[in-house]
């Protein structure tokens, strides 16, 4: 009796150590998941906290480089379309110089009134009709000269046009950076999504981790008590049937040693027999329910070892679950190594910001220094343009009445010469009459033709006459041909000047070519660092957004 309890308590102890060693198991498992869930929280908040200063970096650069710039373009865009609708300062000089020229012209053609008027008795002479082709030559090259002066004021607005067109690439380039930093914003918005969905399955996988580790661990602890229950049940029912059966053979052997204590006196041979034989009968009994005993302790047996197998299958389960927690913990240093990776990246974008910024810094120096220059430039070519203005409209009512004095003039002109042109058309038919009646007169007029001849040459000897017509003639010509080369000296010098204060002026030329030789190396190494910064923004993208692969 004593050996069967002993048996049942030891049972009962190494069941007791079985559990104990399940429950520090899944104390430790549940420690570790603990641990590893912390980390990847502090990890997932420290890409949350990159992500969003990735995000206030892109803010600030949109909100102060890209304001900034696209408000001196602008500026950049004002004045230029002040320059192209309002004329530069020399423009007033030019006027004034046109308007001498005009004045010039003027007096020529009064001049040239006064030379009809002289020219209207001595119309005949070839030398002055050569001199009047001169000074009409003279006056289509200096129109030719005005021409070219106001063809190079129209490749001057040509030039200001294409420079507006420049700057109007300049701000479709703004623009598609503009649309650029959008599209990053959305993958970024994109990226942190994800970035949440992914927190998000992290979170509900370790929840549903928790759950199935809790309730194995329920369902283990509640198949080992109930193991343990029933056998403590069956133990104890079978050290109740043997303490019955003992009780039995005892209350049996009692009434049989009452029964025969009085045979025993008499017959001690039949007795011990007996007794011998009830002993035998006991311990084969006793045998018998030892055998039971030991059948059902083998049973008992097998079904410790059926529960150390299924407990060795959940050591398996929880070994594949550290595993997996293992790939989880290689998907996180991955995921450590492409942060460092992008802090890197970071780090040289923010090496490469603050040269962008430095440069931006000396462009808007220079540009200060453009306004500045412009706004003085702005004041003086106001002030030039009132006066300008005023100018002109009192030059255009001077030359619309010179003008008119010309067409005037011209008119008389033209009505004279038609006038001498009838007059000497007139005079040739005259002649022609009278060469016909000369003709006919010639055959009767021989005889006196000699003795005119004679008369006649003898005339200028006598009166002298072909010295005072040569020296009329010698004075009015020489007279007309030096006021005629006087106007065309006061002509030429009048276009040299004039074509060198053109060329001596600065132009819009040369501020189209200051004003791009600022504004497109700026630009171009804008254009290049914006595209450098999408380069990186968008492998940066690309990189936190590609799929991990799985490991299992």
């Known amino acids: ?47 949350r906290q990159r992500l969003e200063g990735m995000e206030w970096l892109l803010r600030e650069v949109r909100e102060r480089e890209l304001g900034g710039l696209s408000g001196v373009l602008d500026t950049v865009s004002g004045r230029l379309d002040d320059i192209t609708t309002r004329p530069p300062s020399w423009a007033e000089s030019l006027a004034e110089h046109v308007e001498a020229v005009r004045d010039r012209v003027g007096l020529v053609g009064d001049q040239v009134g006064t030379v009809g008027e002289r020219v209207t008795p001595i119309g005949e002479l070839p030398s002055l009709w050569a001199d009047v082709g001169t000074m009409g030559e003279n ?53 942190a999504g994800r970035t949440d969905r992914i927190e998000g399955g992290l979170v509900e996988l370790s929840e549903r981790l928790d759950e199935k580790v809790d309730a194995a661990a329920a369902q283990v602890e509640q198949k080992v008590e109930q193991k ?39 017959n001690l041979a039949a007795a011990t027999e007996l ?6 009968q006991v311990n084969v009994r006793v045998d018998a329910g030892e055998q039971t005993l030991s059948g059902r302790l083998d049973l008992l047996d097998s079904r410790v070892d059926s529960v150390d197998g299924r407990l060795v299958a959940v050591d398996n389960r929880l070994g594949s679950v550290d595993s997996r927690i293992e790939t989880a913990d290689e998907c996180l240093a991955d995921i450590d190594t492409r942060l460092d990776g992008v ?12 040269s962008l910024d430095k440069r931006l810094a000396v462009v808007d120096g220079h540009l200060r220094r453009h306004d500045d220059r412009f706004d003085s430039l702005d004041g003086r070519v106001d002030s030039r343009f009132t006066s300008l203005d005023e100018r002109v409209g009192n030059a255009d009512s001077r030359h619309e009445a010179r003008f008119n004095n010309l067409d005037s003039h ?30 006919e007169q010639l055959e009767s007029v021989d005889d006196h033709v000699e003795a005119v001849n004679q008369r006649i040459g003898q005339l200028p000897a006598t009166l002298g006459v072909g010295q005072q017509v040569g020296e009329l003639l010698d004075g009015v010509t020489i007279e007309h041909v030096k006021r005629l080369d006087a106007i065309d000296e006061r002509l030429s010098t009048a276009a040299t000047t004039l074509a060198e204060i053109v ?21 171009s190494d804008l254009t290049k660092r914006l595209s450098a910064l999408e380069e990186t923004m968008l492998a940066l993208a690309e990189a936190l957004l590609r799929p991990s692969r799985p490991k299992d």
Request: glycine residues 8%; hydrophobic residues 40%.
């Open 1 to 47: 009796m004593d050996h069967s309890n002993h048996t049942a308590l030891l049972q009962a102890s190494g069941q007791a150590a079985i559990s104990d060693r399940m429950r520090e198991l899944l104390a430790r498992a549940a420690q570790d998941h603990v641990y590893e869930q912390r980390t990847q929280g502090a990890v997932l908040d420290e890409i």
């Open 139 to 191: 006056v289509d090259e200096a129109l030719r000269r005005l021409q070219a002066v106001v063809d190079g004021t129209e490749g001057i607005a040509r030039r200001v046009t294409e420079v507006v067109t420049q700057l109007g690439q300049l701000g479709n380039q703004m623009e598609a950076a503009a649309s650029r930093f959008s599209r990053l914003d959305k993958s970024l918005g994109e990226l």
């Open 228 to 266: 343990v229950t029933q056998l403590d049940q069956k133990l104890a029912a079978a050290a109740d049937r043997l303490d019955q059966r003992v009780s039995a053979a005892a209350g049996q052997l009692d009434d049989k040693v009452g029964a025969t204590a009085e045979q025993l006196e008499g």
């Open 275 to 280: 007794l011998s034989a009830a002993v035998e």
């Open 343 to 354: 802090d890197t990246r970071l780090g040289a974008l923010d090496g490469r910001s603050a």
């Open 410 to 439: 011209l008119g008389a002109l033209d009505e004279r010469l038609v006038e001498v042109e009838e007059h000497m058309v007139s005079r040739f038919d005259g002649v022609d009459l009278r060469a016909e009646q000369a003709r």
């Open 503 to 523: 060329q001596a002026r600065p132009d819009r030329d040369e501020v189209s070519e200051t004003v791009t030789g600022i504004v497109e190396p700026a630009t």
